[in-house]
């Protein structure tokens, strides 16, 4: 009983906003409702004609490449700074961790808007650093061919200090001697990397992976902020495309379709990545 007292706090949290709003989408998914009108009962509508839409397609589409774009670097560049901040004889890493840290606790609005200015073609930032290097007049946020790759900056920009941390918890719970037994037996730099911390951290691995896949597809405020889904809905990813429908249209029953779909996708794709890694994660 005591134990059922201690967790009924965070058990109505999640009832009340995840499971109960959960099965809300999906019952009014088999629904037409714009929620003015009564519901209207249309069973499997929704979902025919959101595989039938193109700009469905477009839109997961474009959201597997935002993934990809973001996820990919941004665990990269996370372990390879938790590396460089776990040596031991580098000065002022304390500093460094809270520099790099410094954009997972800043307002995404805020940084969309501030990103908003670095991109602007005449002035910004962006465009005067790359004019060293011969490049001129690009224009991030109006361009259909360069949109996406600014909103996915911003979004490895956002997420790397958040596995840079979890990358060095990971690293410092390494024991040393692994890496000293190794060296006695000739081990190079590579040979450590590849043997010794990359097996061991490939619990803290999967888990970033999976919150960042998790993160990336649910990408919405950069995307509202810098281009709204522009220009030419090329940065129209499934979650924009989503609001869209329920809020600008008013079809809540399609969107709430495309919810549970969204929802389904995540779920599959995390099983996913449990199964594949299963024989490449080593907790002990």
Not at 64 to 69: K, R, T
Not at 199 to 226: H, K
């Amino acid at each position: 009983m005591t134990g059922w007292l201690t967790v009924t706090p965070a058990l109505v949290v999640q009832v009340v906003f995840i499971y109960l709003p959960l099965a809300w989408a999906f019952y009014v998914s088999f629904h037409s409702w714009n929620m003015i009108r009564p519901m209207k009962w249309v069973g499997l509508e929704n979902y025919i004609r959101m595989f039938e839409t193109p700009d469905f397609w477009n839109s997961l589409w474009t959201t597997v490449l935002y993934v990809l774009g973001t996820v990919v670097p941004s665990v990269v560049l996370g372990l390879l700074l938790a590396m460089l901040l776990n040596i031991e004889w580098l000065k002022g890493k304390g500093i460094f961790r809270t520099l790099f840290y410094i954009p997972v606790v800043t307002s995404m609005a805020a940084a969309a808007v501030i990103w908003g200015w670095l991109y602007e073609p005449n002035f910004g930032l962006m465009n005067y650093f790359l004019s060293w290097f011969g490049i001129n007049n690009i224009k991030w946020l109006s361009d259909p061919n360069y949109a996406l790759l600014a909103l996915i900056i911003v979004g490895v920009w956002k997420r790397v200090g958040y596995n840079m941390v979890l990358f060095l918890a990971g690293l410092q719970t390494i024991p040393r001697t692994y890496y000293e037994a190794a060296e006695i037996d000739g081990a190079t730099s590579w040979d450590k990397f590849r043997s010794i911390t990359l097996p061991l951290l490939s619990p803290t691995t999967l888990f970033v992976v999976i919150m960042q896949f998790i993160a990336s597809f649910r990408v919405f405020v950069s995307v509202s902020v810098m281009t709204r889904g522009g220009p030419a809905k090329s940065t129209q990813v499934i979650t924009y495309y989503l609001y869209e429908n329920a809020f600008k249209y008013l079809k809540f029953g399609y969107a709430s379709a495309i919810a549970v779909f969204m929802f389904a996708l995540m779920v599959v794709l995390t099983l996913i990545q449990f199964a594949v890694s299963k024989k490449r994660v080593h907790y002990s």
